[in-house]
């Protein structure tokens, strides 16, 4: 089998399919790349074969796959015969373990990167314009509201994972989304949510975490952006 | 079999669902909602079970399914045998059709909705800065791309559909995206893709997706509020 090959941006949603790929034994070669102004450099997108430029992106043999969700939707598909990490389909876990992969984006980083973007994207004349807290004020009411949501939901559940008692696809999808808002404050300052809290530490405390963190060398300080 | 229950929200991702529940000719009932002041009413999320009130919903049997991405795969892995909407994982289309079902949230609509929230977010200061236009100008750089790039795949592609000569979840998924940002307008005014419009109306020809629209009443006129 050709070993896996993972472009790794850092400060991105690479750390999930590091993680994934530790849970899954896979063996796999780490091609790393640094920020630049926060963003991917342009050898990111000339190596990796993402037409977007952006990650992360694995090779897999012939296949080039990319969109986090979908890499690891493909790698449960294949190197996961056991469902792990997405339960099979006559599970009742099934549907919940795939609405959190897609919520992950579809609710969570949608809400909170409009903050992101609209800060990256406002000119001077809107920053300066009285009402640019307002704005920042009211995107941040969709990111509560997720966050409530997300709390309510490890209230309910009796293990120690997003769904159920082992890691699935659920938390490598969304702990990242979590750990990013809340570590940027994306409409989040100045609150917390112990269940959130206390379920992200779990997650990062597991070995295949941070046997990931230590070969991706992942952080989400500095933007990603090499320390000087 | 227990019939499949869809709440389908006017002028939502809800008609994904419906092309899909046709295109597999799975039984389902519809429970329609118009939209109040254009968000969903307050009997959508009580009905339906949605924690957070979003559509589309569907129940089957005892399931609850949520996120439109995760309620495709749902009904793809029980009732599509075939493997017609999503490829089996040895299918070299496997991970293009994946990539999609992600994108179309992951890239376009993250990226256009970001444009729709600072609209509806921004108070009168921000509006009426001098800036608030450049902001938008600035939102729609990446909806730009993302729609550059979709035509360029679609140019690659021989067959009629996003990946191949027949509708798989990526065209369920990336043709409503595709079609509401162009239809709001949401950072492409002025511009047209010619392989984009092409493709969505061949996805909106096809006999299923217009039996979807006639069991629905799907449409993204008037905002999804009932007419006066």
């Known amino acids: ?36 102004n926060n963003k991917a450099p342009p050898t990111f997108k000339t190596e ?12 897999d043999g012939d296949n080039i796959v990319y969109e986090s969700g979908a890499i ?3 790698l449960a598909s294949k ?4 469902h792990r ?7 009742p876990k099934y549907p919940d373990v795939l609405q959190w992969i897609h919520a ?21 004349a809107v920053k300066e ?7 920042l004020e009211n995107l941040s009411i969709n990111v509560v509201r997720d966050f409530d949501w997300l709390e309510g939901e490890l209230g309910k559940n009796s293990g120690d994972f997003l769904v159920g008692n082992t890691v699935t696809g659920a938390d490598i999808m969304t702990a990242f989304s979590a750990r990013f808002v809340l570590t940027r404050e994306l ?18 405390s597991t070995k295949t975490y941070q046997d990931a963190v230590k070969k991706t060398g992942h952080s989400l300080d500095n933007g990603g952006n090499k320390p000087q």
């Open 129 to 135: 314009s009285g009402g640019f807290d307002k704005l």
């Open 1 to 36: 089998m050709a070993p896996i090959t993972l472009y790794f941006l850092q400060a991105s949603r690479s750390i999930r399919i590091a993680w994934l790929l530790e849970e899954l034994k896979i063996p796999y070669e780490t091609k790393f790349y640094w920020r630049e």
């Open 187 to 204: 409409g989040t300052k100045g609150k917390t949510w112990s269940n959130v809290n206390k379920w992200l530490k779990k997650c990062e």
């Open 79 to 82: 190197y996961d015969p056991d």
């Open 85 to 91: 990490i997405i339960p099979a389909n006559d599970d």
């Open 72 to 74: 690891v939707e493909y």
């Open 48 to 59: 990796s074969g993402s037409p977007l430029g952006k990650a992360p992106v694995i090779r």
């Open 104 to 124: 992950a984006e579809g609710q969570i980083l949608l809400h909170a990167l409009s903050i992101t973007y609209a800060t990256w994207m406002s000119p001077p």
